[in-house]
């Protein structure tokens, strides 16, 4: 049978770490789902340097993988920080390595924050194909949300219609939401099918959360041992590799772009941290909102002290019987 766990919740819940464990005690590889883990060089701001961590080209697939702890985690380290890794790359990428690692008869478990990635994984995405147009998304930029809109309704009514409040007031939405109209509108787009779904048998989903407040502080902690440990080092040795805010993905990524200013001469590192905590934090609370509509979820608080115990028993049962009550 094709089982598949899938380890979620927002950052800083220690989900890499319970993977390594469940994967030590029932012979399971790591199948990271995080948009920042997929790019060389950009370890530190990422959080890939988790216990004996190290790299190493794999003859089983054609990307390579890390071994932490004598585990297996694929999808680290996959392209150079000036390429714009999408969720159809991570599809596509995914799908093989799952596949490699049932055909050896292993357990894949699928650790990660990026909602995104993990729908796309298990349910498919009718618009995945659909790959980026970074030159009408420079274009659309500089336009306000009133004409966006407009933009939008004029050549999709239904797309538009079918929008909330919050999807109108979001301009990447709506960009996203338009190149998307234009691209499927034109019958010369070459628009790619990552949307076949895998044939996963037996699924279990555990998510771990904590009270913000207990959450702040770890991502906090989290922030201020990534400074010691070299953040800015390693920006800067990036930067003489030839990647900057603009030609790479420096610019846009979590851990990275808050440090703009900062080289720039504009803020001081105590400002970029502060800021650097405020913006984890926000995106820690779009995770849960994300997450909390998966109602597959099996939820766990990481303050409750036998939580771990609890997942044991659900994995344990689970992984014995097919069944993941």
Not at 106 to 122: D, E, N
Not at 242 to 261: A, I, P
Request: hydrophobic share 35%.
């Amino acid at each position: 049978m094709n089982k598949l766990l899938v380890i979620c919740g927002p950052t800083a819940t220690g989900k890499t770490e319970l993977g390594i464990k469940l994967a030590q005690t029932f012979g399971g590889e790591i199948v990271s789902a995080d948009s920042r883990q997929v790019y060389r060089g950009m370890t530190i701001g990422t959080g890939k340097e988790v216990g004996d961590g190290k790299w190493e080209v794999s003859r089983e697939a054609r990307c390579g993988k890390w071994v932490v702890n004598g585990v297996p985690v694929w999808l680290m380290d996959v392209v150079e920080p000036d390429y714009r890794f999408n969720v159809g790359d991570y599809k596509k990428y995914a799908d093989e390595v799952l596949e490699n690692i049932w055909k050896r008869g292993k357990l894949p478990i699928v650790v990660g924050g990026t909602g995104f990635y993990i729908k796309a994984l298990l349910d498919g995405i009718g618009t995945i194909g659909v790959e980026p147009d970074w030159k009408l998304r420079r274009i659309l930029s500089t336009k306000n949300i009133k004409i966006l809109g407009a933009e939008l309704a004029k050549i999709d009514a239904e797309r538009w219609e079918k929008m909330n409040e919050s999807d109108r007031n979001n301009p990447r939405r709506l960009i996203r939401a338009i190149e998307i109209a234009k691209k499927i509108q034109n019958p010369k787009s070459k628009i790619q099918n990552y949307n076949s779904k895998l044939k996963i048998d037996n699924l279990l989903i555990v998510g771990l959360k904590a009270p913000y407040r207990v959450l702040y502080e770890r991502i906090d902690k989290r922030v201020e041992e990534r400074v010691k440990q070299g953040i800015i080092e390693e920006i800067q040795k990036l930067i003489e590799k030839g990647y900057n805010w603009e030609n790479s993905v420096l610019g846009s990524t979590l851990g990275y772009r808050e440090w703009k200013d900062y080289f720039a001469g504009k803020l001081t590192k105590e400002e970029v941290i502060c800021r650097w905590k405020f913006d984890e934090h926000n995106y820690a609370r779009r995770q849960m909102t994300w997450f909390k509509k998966d109602r597959r979820i099996n939820w766990f608080d990481i303050t409750q002290e036998d939580w771990q115990q609890k997942v044991d028993k659900l994995v344990e049962n689970w992984y014995s019987n097919g069944s993941e009550k």
